[in-house]
């Protein structure tokens, strides 16, 4: 059970593994990288919508399949991302004219997400030893 926590902890506050852990200067680095990626897309115009039918209209499956594999990885960003549908500082998925550059930020702040949570289950299994 303490593991589920971890990881549900680590994926709603960036870096929050590390805070349980108290390890606070790897929480602080995981936390401002994450959240400072996942606004800069934001800022460019990425949007954090799941992509909808008429956008993918046209496109053949792997094309399909890879987009919405894109706004899956911008979910992981965790908090960022559930603040930004709660207070709809996203657009649509395809909006605005930098949106590509937006939506690469803000999937790599939810890779870098996952980074750090399953950092911190390497660092505990490390510590259990």
Known sequence: ???LRLAAFGWLVPGGAYLMMRRYLQFA????VVSATFLAGLALGGGCRWPQPAELAGLDGFTALMFKAGALAKLLAGGPYVAAQIFGGSGSFLGGRLHEYGTTLMMMAGLINVLAVSSAFDLRKEQTR
């Open 1 to 3: 059970m303490r593991t």
């Open 29 to 32: 680095v995981f936390a401002f």
